[in-house]
C-alpha cells in the first residue's frame, strides 16, 4: 500500500516549452502534496506544498508563477514547468502525505520514483 | 529551527563490515525522525522512521537506527554490509503539524561498499 506514481518518468523538451508532471496516489487519499526539486549529487529541495482544493504555498525563491501547482483530488496533484529553460532540467520528486485518521503513517510522506526533466 | 546535519558526504566500507551513517538533528519540538535510501534515478524509499516509543528502530534490508536525544543523533547502523548497499542515504525531520508536515532533509551520504 501507499504508493505514489508519476508520470513521465523522463522527458526531454525544447526551450520555451511547457512540461506538466503528474502526481498520483494510488492507493489512497492525500490531503498534502509535496514537491522537491533534485540537482546531481545533492539533497532534496522543497519547492511547494500543495494541498487539494487549495492554492499551493511556495518556498522562497521558487517562482510560483513559473512552477505551477495544481491539486484537483485527493489522489492527484500536477506541477507544470511554464516556458523551460536549460537550467530548469533537474529531476523532480513529488511525496504524499497520507489523509487524517490513519496513525501508522502519522507524519510520513510516501515518494513518487521521480521524473526527470532535460530541456534543450 | 529544525535542521539535519548528516555527517560525511560518502562514507566507504568493505563487504560485510559495520556500516554507519551519522545523523545529528536540531528541533525545537519532539522530531518525527526518517532513513531514506535512493538508488539512481530512482525516488526515495523508507528505511525506518522513529516517531515515539521505542528509541532503537529497525527497518527494512536489516538497518536500524536509535534515538538518542541527548545527542540530538539518530545514526543509521548495518552490522554487515552488503554490494547491494551502495546508494545515496537521507536522514530526514518532520516539522510535524505545526511544520505543515514539511520534512527537512540532510545533504545525504553516498555509501560506497567494496568487494
Known amino acids: 500500500g501507499a504508493v505514489v506514481s508519476q508520470h513521465p518518468s523522463w522527458v526531454i523538451c525544447k526551450s520555451g516549452t511547457s512540461v506538466k508532471i503528474e502526481c498520483r496516489s494510488l492507493?489512497?487519499?492525500?490531503?498534502?502534496m509535496f514537491w522537491y526539486r533534485q540537482f546531481p549529487k545533492q539533497s532534496l529541495m522543497l519547492m511547494a506544498t500543495?494541498?487539494?482544493?487549495?492554492?499551493?504555498?511556495?518556498e522562497q525563491g521558487v517562482e510560483k508563477d513559473k512552477f505551477l501547482i495544481n491539486h484537483a483530488s485527493l489522489t492527484l496533484s500536477t506541477l507544470t514547468v511554464t516556458s523551460a529553460h536549460p537550467e530548469d532540467s533537474s529531476f523532480y520528486i513529488c511525496?504524499?502525505?497520507?489523509?487524517?485518521?490513519?496513525?501508522?503513517?502519522?507524519?510520513?510522506?510516501?515518494f513518487g520514483p521521480g521524473t526527470r526533466l532535460t530541456v534543450l | 529551527a529544525q535542521s539535519v546535519t548528516q555527517l560525511g558526504s560518502h562514507v566507504s566500507v568493505s563487504e560485510g563490515a559495520l556500516v554507519l551513517l551519522r545523523c545529528n538533528y536540531s528541533?525545537?519540538?519532539?522530531?518525527?525522525l526518517f532513513w531514506y535510501v535512493q538508488y539512481p534515478n530512482q525516488g526515495l524509499q523508507l528505511l525506518l522512521k522513529?516517531?515515539?516509543?521505542?528509541?532503537l528502530v529497525k527497518g527494512i534490508n536489516g538497518f536500524e537506527a536509535e534515538f538518542k536525544k541527548s545527542e540530538t543523533s539518530f545514526h543509521l547502523t548495518k552490522p554487515s554490509a552488503h554490494m547491494s548497499d551502495a546508494a545515496e542515504y537521507f536522514c530526514?525531520?518532520?516539522?510535524?503539524?505545526?511544520?505543515?508536515?514539511?520534512?527537512?532533509f540532510g545533504a545525504g551520504t553516498r555509501l560506497f561498499v567494496k568487494a
Open positions: 528541533s525545537s519540538v519532539p522530531p518525527y
Open positions: 492507493d489512497f487519499q492525500a490531503t498534502t
Open positions: 522513529y516517531t515515539t516509543g521505542a528509541t
Open positions: 511525496s504524499a502525505r497520507v489523509a487524517e485518521g490513519l496513525a501508522t503513517h502519522y507524519n510520513e510522506q510516501f
Open positions: 530526514a525531520v518532520s516539522l510535524g503539524n505545526t511544520g505543515g508536515f514539511k520534512t527537512i
Open positions: 500543495s494541498n487539494e482544493g487549495s492554492k499551493a504555498t511556495y
